[in-house]
């Protein structure tokens, strides 16, 4: 079991950035992938970003490409997702997710354990 705790989402105006971050605890870190997913009002949950065990393997989704990046630190148990650069459709509930298996995995469907989300808006 793992729990995953996100925190840094906030208002703030358009072009302005965010550092999300989502502490885990409950088992080893270093043994999930972690994915950031985001869902906005009235819209299915996508995905934003993945990161690989150790940290050398990433994938970008479509939200947020060349803007959004993901990382992370086992020794701090957490994993960030640091947004430059935000528009006002960015605006959503970001969740952190872990999964098990040792594939970078873009689908919601592939994580085992989910945050309870932090609300980001931005403002135009």
């Known amino acids: 079991q793992v729990q995953l705790v996100e925190s840094g989402g906030g208002l703030v105006q358009a072009g302005g950035s965010l550092r999300l971050s989502c502490a885990a605890s409950?088992?080893?870190?270093?043994?999930?992938?972690m994915g950031w997913f985001r869902q906005a009002p009235g819209k299915e949950r996508e995905f934003v970003a993945a990161?690989?065990?150790?940290?050398?393997?990433?994938v970008n989704g479509d939200a947020g490409k060349g803007r959004f990046a993901i990382s992370r630190d086992n020794a701090k148990n957490t994993v960030y997702l640091q947004m430059n650069n935000l528009k006002p459709e960015d605006t959503a509930v970001y969740y952190c997710?872990?999964?098990?298996?040792?594939?970078?995995?873009?689908?919601?469907?592939?994580?085992?354990?989910w945050g309870q989300g932090t609300q980001v808006t931005v403002s135009s």
């Open positions: 990161i690989n065990r150790g940290g050398g393997s990433r």
């Open positions: 409950g088992h080893t870190f270093n043994a999930y992938t």
């Open positions: 997710a872990a999964d098990s298996t040792v594939e970078v995995a873009t689908q919601e469907r592939a994580y085992d354990y």
